[in-house]
């Protein structure tokens, strides 16, 4: 078990109004939330709950209409261009579709130059960022020689969405936002690409923070649990407490899906 020690990143309050009037839409509505240095920690709700808009928020892609957010103990300042990249030195998300989160038309080994330098790195011998740039691809399975000279459209959905976790791996932030990473790709990649989040937290103790309509894959992943309902968490906790003992009616109807799941292996197995 996760001994629970600094909190790297808080937000109390955090509110989200769209709109004004009749389309006006509170899609998060004063949420508290502290996330622990190394742990992994899940949002689970159906969609439309807020759970986008809330790591958008943390992410710093969108002004909070009301609340507060702290990160190392600080209250967050991205007031400049300058210290909003600091900021995203220290929290980077991975999103649902890797092929809609950067120019597709930069080639793979360009895109991963970015992240050596954005990290300092630009003024390193070549032959070092080479170096950098394969270990990060062997973490993730991909074979750097193969991918030079590659545009990201020549890649599979799996791979793809590995090559995003190969550039979390050079930017080394402290937080990672990975929102449904794994819901546009099979179910085989879908395990290799939790096992590398997994990775990034036990190897280099990253915080990971996982957003995902599946209970079934909150329960694999994570140490704490957050049910997002109508912009609100309704239930949190440890995922045993939250999973194995759920209070909430809406956390039981989540899980109603779950064994499904179960009786198709049964099936596959019988
Ligand atoms: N830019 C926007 N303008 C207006 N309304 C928005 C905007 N972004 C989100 N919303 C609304 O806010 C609510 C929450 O949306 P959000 O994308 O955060 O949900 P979600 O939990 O991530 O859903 P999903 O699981 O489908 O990704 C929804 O009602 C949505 O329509
Ligand atoms: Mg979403």
Redesign the pocket.
């Known amino acids: 078990m996760l001994h629970k020690k600094t909190i790297c990143l808080s937000a109390s309050g955090l509110t989200k109004v769209f709109g004004s009037g009749r389309t006006k839409t509170v899609a998060v509505d004063h949420v508290d939330i502290n996330l622990y240095e190394g742990e992994v920690v899940s949002i689970v709700g159906e969609?439309?709950s807020g759970?986008?808009?809330l790591?958008k928020m943390l992410l710093g892609l969108l002004t909070p209409t009301e609340g507060e957010i702290h990160f190392q103990g600080k209250k967050r300042d991205i007031s400049t261009h300058r210290k909003q990249r600091e900021y995203w030195k220290n929290i980077q998300a991975i999103f649902?579709d890797p092929f809609s989160s950067y120019n597709i038309f930069r080639k793979i080994d360009s895109v991963l130059l970015d992240c050596i330098n954005m990290r300092g790195g630009r003024n390193l011998p070549h032959e070092q960022k080479v170096e950098m740039m394969t270990e990060a691809c062997s973490f993730v399975n991909l074979k750097f020689d193969e991918l030079t000279n590659k545009y990201p459209f020549e890649l599979s959905g799996g791979q793809m969405q590995r090559l995003m976790i190969a550039r979390i791996f050079l930017l080394n932030p402290k937080i990672l936002m990975a929102?449904?990473p794994t819901s546009m790709i099979d179910a085989c990649s879908r395990a290799t690409i939790l096992d590398m989040l997994m990775q990034l937290r036990n190897e280099i103790g990253m915080t990971v923070v996982f957003?995902t309509h599946d209970i079934g894959l909150a329960y694999y992943v994570s140490d704490t649990v957050y049910i997002m309902e109508h912009g609100v968490f309704v239930e949190s906790g440890t995922a045993d407490e939250v999973i194995l003992h759920p209070r909430e009616a809406y956390t039981k109807r989540l899980l109603n899906d779950v064994p499904k799941i179960y009786e198709e292996w049964d099936l596959s197995t019988v």
């Open positions: 969609s439309g759970k986008t808009t790591a649902q929102d449904e957003i």
